[in-house]
């Protein structure tokens, strides 16, 4: 389930995710070889926050009057995925939505794609905390 954080300072259910994305990446490698050694070493450096992408089942309903508000590409949101087991993911970005191409017999999809700024997971306390109305 994916949540976003209303005007109020809430998180309200966005829409329903079909798949949710890898939340980090592996650290690239920076190089420090010396002469003297006769393999290469490496010590990890940063590590990428890839943009998150996630499929939703395209509806009117879903697209323009839950997504779209909250996809111009410039506003910074809070976003929070729960997963089954009760932890989740929190993601601040901006986010951006699309239409996905569609095919003979299959669901008409969308995708949300959030470019964060930052994505932080929490475990089952957290989100429950997150949630919680007042």
Do not use: C
Not at 1 to 20: A, C, G, H, P, R
Request: glycine residues 4%; negative net charge; aromatic residues 8%.
């Amino acid at each position: 389930m994916l949540y976003v954080k209303n005007s109020s300072s809430k998180f309200i259910e966005l829409v329903e995710i079909k798949d949710t994305p890898d939340t980090g990446s592996d650290p690239e490698q920076i190089e420090v070889t010396t002469l003297k050694r006769v393999k290469k070493a490496y010590v990890a450096g940063r590590q990428d926050s890839p943009s998150q992408s996630f499929t939703y089942n395209y509806t009117e309903d879903n697209y323009f009057t839950k997504v779209l508000p909250y996809a111009d590409g410039v506003t910074i949101h809070d976003f929070l995925v729960k997963y089954p087991d009760g932890t989740g993911t929190l993601i601040t970005g901006s986010a951006t939505t699309r239409k996905n191409a569609i095919s003979l017999n299959s669901a008409i999809e969308a995708t949300l794609v959030i470019t964060p700024t930052d994505i932080i997971d929490k475990d089952s306390e957290a989100v429950t905390a997150l949630l919680a109305t007042e």
